[in-house]
Each structure stands twice: as C-alpha cells, then as structure tokens.
C-alpha cells in the first residue's frame, strides 16, 4: 500500500492532495526516475572524443519520465498558471490585453516560424520587410527618426536607450562630468536599475501634491553634471504629465538628453506622439501596447526609438533598403553605433504579432484602443470612488486608475489582504504597493479589450469586498487566499533566500 505523498501535507483535504481536477503536482526532481525516458536513442556509433579526455563517464542523473507522465506533468503546471485567456488580469503598468488569435496565426506562418537568423539574407527578405514595416508603424506613431528593434524587453530598451545617450554624452567629451540620471519618486524600479547599471548615480526628483513630477524640482535637479532625465508618461500614477514639453525643454538646455519610459503608450498611442514632446529615447513594450503574449505567455520585445540626436549611436543591427532588397546592416561602418544588445534582431515572433495587430487596427483603431483603454479605467475609478480612496484625488485617469488603502484604515485589512482576497474570487490581483507614491498602493488597469459585462462584475466583487472589509469580516481577509492550491507563501524568504537547484 502507497503512503500518502509526503509532500502534500499543505492540502491535507483528499488523500492524494487534488482538489478534484485541481491536480497537486511535484518537481520532476521528485517524481523522475533515473531510469525512466520518454524517447528512444539509437547507441552513438562509434567516434573518437576530441575533449582532450575531459567529457563526461558518467551518467548525468537527470531525473526521467515515460511519455504520458512528462506531458501530464507540463499540462497540470500550466494549469495553474492564471492568464488573460482565463480571466480579467487587472495588473496596473502591465496592460495585460487580449492577445488576439490573428496573431498567433500569422505567427505560425511556415514562412515566418521556420526560418533561422543565419539564414542568407537573401532568403529572407520577406521577414526583412516585416521588419522594416513594423518600424514604420513605430516610428510614426511616434514621430520619432530612428528604431532598434532588438531589445528583447522593456527593462533592455531602456538599457539600449540610455546606452545611446551614454555614448552621445561620451562622444561630446562629457563621459567623465556627466554621471547623474534623474528619476522621479513614482518611478518603475527598472529605470534606476538601468542607471545604475550603466555607471550613473541616481538623484531622484520628488513627486508635487497631484501625483506628477514636481516641475520646478526637475528644473532645480538639473545641472552640468545631469546626463538625463527618465520619466515615464503617462506615470505610473495613471496621470498625464502635463508640463511634459517644459520638462523636456529644460532638460535639452541643460545639455542632457530625455529618456521617456513608454510602458503606458497604451493610453495615448495614436493620440499623442512622444516625439512631439520632446523625447530623445523611449522603449515601446509590444508585450505591453501592442498585444504579444506575456507573463508567462511569451518573450517581451522592447524596440527603441530614438531621435535624431542619437540615432547615429543606434545599435546593430538593423534592416536598410538597398535599391530593391533589403539588408541587415551587421556592421556599422564608420558610424558611431554603440555596438549590439543581443546575438541577432530580435524576437522575430513577437515583430509579426505586434504588425498583425496594427495592421488589423489600422491608424484609427489604434487611437480607438488607447481612447477605449482609458474609458475603462475611468470607468472603474468612477464606480468605485465611493468606496475606496484615490491618493491625488478624484480626477480624470488615463488608462490605470490608482487607490489608496486610506480607505481600509481601522478595518485591520490591508492592502495585500485585500488582494489575495481577490484571488478566491477568481481573479488575479491588481498591481499592489506600487508606485510608492501611494500609500498601501492599487494600481488598477483594466485594458479596452474587457467588454463592459466583465468590468461590471469586477466591479461588483470589489465592491462586495470593499463592503466586507468595512463591515469587520477582518478573517475572510487574513485567511485569504482560501482556496488556491498553497496559501499565503513566505515571498519575502524566498526572495531573500533562493532555493534555485534541487538537492535531496
Ligand atoms: C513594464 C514596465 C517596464 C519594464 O518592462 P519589461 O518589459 O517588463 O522589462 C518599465 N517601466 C514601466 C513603467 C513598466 O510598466
């Protein structure tokens, strides 16, 4: 007779640890076999080592399973893995949309899915001209004059970006006097990271009364020693930064350059164009604006546009129209280009959904997304006002809407209790303690593609949690999560210690 798995002591419900078809799953390290295999290899022939005596003798004790078991142990994982094909994911800064199926389709396309970045360039052109017209559509919306299409996130845009402005600032003799990045309190934390990565120090610049960057103190932060100023905007307070243009003007004055953090050009993209603001660099997220798969779903892209200050120190590489082809320039020549962000071009995959996307919206869909984004998020705001607090007030948002927990206080609920509460109501929860502007932050982003009916009924749940929480149902909360497979997990332990290799 087989004991009862050991290790599903946290769900001591059922015998085996399911939850009806919520299956329990281990590590493959715990429930591999060293002589299991799913496949059959054929013995190596015959061939002489050319390691100088250093390749392996022994086995390599990787744990093993038989065909059926590997696929249910992937499938059960990735059903516990919450997604927007699942449910309404209202993660503020991360404009978790819909990622329609056209492009998955197109993706797939033999043509696009199975060719290889060592190809002859020859043999590409059609994926060339993808390129080239997806940096058209990028470039325009954003009125900007140059574009890298490699970076492969948001976090490595910026770094392209201000890698960019590092070597304009180098190439103007002023590497060596020009060493601080200003960074406003609200901040996303990747900006100071990049800064600091890249030799910078970070002077951060306080946020005013109204949840934007303080213009005066910017102007005040300001000096010979300034290399640029990161902002995002819209911020991630989910407000417009309104002397956007008198930032940017007293930036370039003082002989620095302006990195603008697009992660919420999905409020204003075929509405505003940043180049118009006076942006120098900025990333585009696709997996953010432009509806690729991610959190689990994908790899990001983070393409950079840049402009015409700094588009000579544009990495490689990068498609050019020579005559009637196109090539992919490997090697700048002469220029000033910083060098590359990654081996090859880019998330190839990722450049066909986001074209897919614009081509099925056109211009003026694009500009009916961003309008629709932000009547989602005001519409929220609107309908739960009454309820919870917002820390700048009650004013018009732009595509996220940002409360407070001022509203819980006395209730003994706290923000994370409130959250994870939200879990056992089926839905992922808000972004929450971010920006740290706001105290006990939640940071709502309910995208355009939710239809009306879904943000009525998320609506409705907050309102009946707020509810409880006000009317002292204070265990409902601490309990919270009640009915995930683990509870409230140790994340501050496993973010300080991480256990990232199985030992028995
Ligand atoms: C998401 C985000 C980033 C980073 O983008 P990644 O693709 O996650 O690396 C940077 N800034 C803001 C404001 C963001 O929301």
């Not at 209202?90 to 404009?95: D, E, F, Q, R």
């Not at 953090?261 to 432009?290: C, E, Q, S, W, Y």
């Not at 490689?316 to 081996?343: C, I, K, T, W, Y």
């Not at 209730?411 to 959250?419: I, K, P």
Request: with cysteine; glycine share 10%; charged share 20%.
């Amino acid at each position: 007779m087989l004991d009862r798995p050991a290790h599903f002591e946290e769900t001591p419900d059922t015998f085996t640890g399911n939850r009806a078809l919520d299956q329990e799953e281990p590590l493959l390290f715990e429930i591999g076999r060293l002589d299991a295999t799913g496949v059959d290899v054929d013995e190596a022939p015959q061939f002489a080592p050319r390691l100088g005596g250093l390749e392996r003798k022994g086995s390599i004790g990787l744990p093993g399973l038989s065909e059926p078991e590997a696929m249910r142990h992937y499938v059960r994982l990735s059903r516990k893995n919450y997604s927007i094909d699942a449910g309404l994911y209202p993660l503020g800064s991360c404009t978790m949309k819909h990622n329609p199926r056209l492009n998955e389709k197109l993706a797939r396309l033999e043509g696009l899915a199975d060719i290889h970045p060592l190809q002859p360039v020859s043999t590409v052109q059609g994926a060339l001209s993808l390129m080239e017209t997806l940096s058209h559509w990028l470039l325009t919306l954003t009125n900007m004059q140059a574009i890298a299409l490699s970076p492969k996130a948001g976090a490595h845009g910026e770094l392209c970006g201000m890698m960019a402005i590092k070597s304009a600032i180098v190439a103007r003799g002023e590497g060596a006097t020009r060493k601080v990045v200003l960074i406003p309190q609200s901040a996303h934390g990747t900006n100071p990271a990049t800064a600091s990565l890249l030799g910078f120090s970070v002077r951060v610049v306080p946020a005013s009364e109204d949840g934007t960057v303080h213009t005066q103190a910017v102007k005040e932060a300001l000096g010979p020693d300034v290399a640029a100023l990161m902002l995002t905007n819209p911020n991630t307070c989910g407000l417009f930064e309104r002397d956007i243009i008198e930032i940017a003007r007293a930036v370039h004055e003082a002989g620095a350059y302006f990195y603008c953090d697009g992660a919420n050009f999905n409020a204003i993209a075929g509405v505003a164009r940043p180049g118009d603001f006076g942006v120098d660099a900025m990333h585009l997220n696709l997996h953010k604006t432009f509806s690729t798969p991610h959190g689990g779903g994908g790899p990001g892209a983070g393409p950079v546009v840049l402009s015409e200050r700094l588009a000579p120190f544009a990495p490689v590489p990068f498609v050019r129209r020579n005559g009637d082809s196109l090539e992919l320039v490997e090697h700048a020549g002469g220029a000033q280009s910083f060098g590359r962000m990654a081996a090859f071009h880019g998330q190839m995959g990722m450049f066909v959904r986001a074209l897919a996307y614009l081509l099925a919206h056109g211009g003026d869909g694009v500009a009916q997304a961003s309008k629709d984004a932000v009547l989602s998020a005001n519409y929220v705001r609107a309908s739960l006002r009454d309820v919870m607090t917002q820390p700048f007030g009650d004013r018009l948002c732009m595509h996220e809407v940002l409360f407070d927990d001022a509203w819980l206080k006395g209730t003994g609920v706290s923000t994370l209790d409130f959250a994870k509460a939200m879990i056992d109501e089926g839905y992922h929860p808000m972004t929450i303690y971010f920006p740290l502007v706001a105290h006990g932050a939640m940071l709502i982003e309910p995208t355009e593609s939710e239809s009306k009916a879904s943000l009525d009924l998320f609506i409705a749940t907050l309102r009946d949690l707020a509810a409880h929480a006000k009317e002292g149902d204070k265990d409902r909360f601490a309990q919270a999560p009640r009915f995930t497979p683990r509870r409230r997990v140790d994340e501050t332990l496993a973010a300080r210690k991480p256990v990232l290799r199985w030992a028995e």
